[in-house]
């Protein structure tokens, strides 16, 4: 079973970088059931927005328009994690940020789904992000 952890949260400067990594663990790695792995994240009182994703094997990407030039998804292989860099950070990212992976291939049957927070069955508990203008 896939377990997500998100780590590198807090509480940072408008302008400045953020590194986000989500450890994922659960068992062989080349055994997990495992098919895509994205990041999401929600501010008070807003609901979850997709942010990016990641094919877990292929290593293909996709990204919300929102966040198209300032946010990249990538792939630890040495560390079994997929980190979010956030550049140019701004007060309206502050936001709790949870990674989720897709465990059944769900994402795959149509490239719409991969927005869809309901097709990832596997989450982590969050890390919160406060940026200060």
């Known amino acids: 079973q896939v377990q997500l952890a998100e780590s590198g949260g807090g509480l940072v400067q408008a302008g400045e970088s953020l590194r986000l990594s989500c450890a994922v663990s659960g068992g062989t790695l080349s055994a997990l059931s495992l098919y895509r792995v994205a990041w999401f994240r929600q501010a008070p009182e807003e609901e979850r927005e997709f942010l990016a994703a990641l094919s877990w094997r292929g290593e293909a990407t996709t990204y919300a328009d929102s966040v198209k030039g300032r946010f990249t998804i990538s792939k630890d292989d040495a560390k079994s994690a997929v980190i979010l860099q956030i550049d140019s950070l701004k007060p309206e990212d502050t936001a709790d940020y949870y990674c989720?992976?897709?465990?059944?291939?769900?994402?795959?049957?149509?490239?719409?789904?991969?927005?869809?927070?309901?097709?990832?069955?596997?989450w982590g508990q969050g890390a919160q992000v406060t940026v200060s203008s």
């Open positions: 989720a992976a897709d465990t059944t291939g769900r994402t795959f049957f149509s490239s719409s789904l991969i927005y869809r927070r309901e097709m990832y069955g596997s």
